[in-house]
């Protein structure tokens, strides 16, 4: 089984940019998909990227299309979300997750968890 553990959530002014790391470990992630996503106070859970461990294909929401970037280090087990031009409305807990094979947007075919990182961005 993949235990997962995100950093790198904080406070930063709009406009600023934080990286948030989920560090990945328990079994080798070749077939596996890594995808991020956040929950804001009292609003569901909504998907914001994943990438395929294997070959690096992504996927964004077109809410940070062209302003988040996710990426993968192989040696180091880890996935990245980096965040850039970050707005108020970006404030939520971010997730790690993942599943096997397939990309999706859909949180609930995701069934591994971290147990998320805060991110405020204020105006």
């Known amino acids: 089984q993949v235990q997962l553990v995100e950093s790198g959530g904080g406070l930063v002014q709009a406009g600023g940019s934080l990286r948030l790391s989920c560090a990945a470990a328990g079994r080798t992630l070749s077939t596996y998909v890594l995808g991020w996503f956040r929950q804001a106070p009292g609003k569901e859970r909504e998907f914001v990227a994943a990438?395929?461990?294997?070959?690096?294909?992504?996927l964004y929401a077109d809410s940070v299309k062209g302003r988040f970037t996710i990426s993968r280090d192989g040696p180091k087990n880890t996935v990245y979300l980096q965040m850039n031009s970050l707005k108020p409305e970006d404030t939520a807990d971010y997730y790690c997750?993942?599943?096997?094979?397939?990309?999706?947007?859909?949180?609930?075919?995701?069934?591994?968890w971290g147990q998320g990182t805060q991110v405020t961005v204020s105006s």
């Open positions: 990438i395929t461990w294997n070959v690096g294909n992504t």
């Open positions: 997750a993942a599943r096997r094979f397939a990309t999706t947007m859909n949180a609930g075919q995701y069934n591994i």
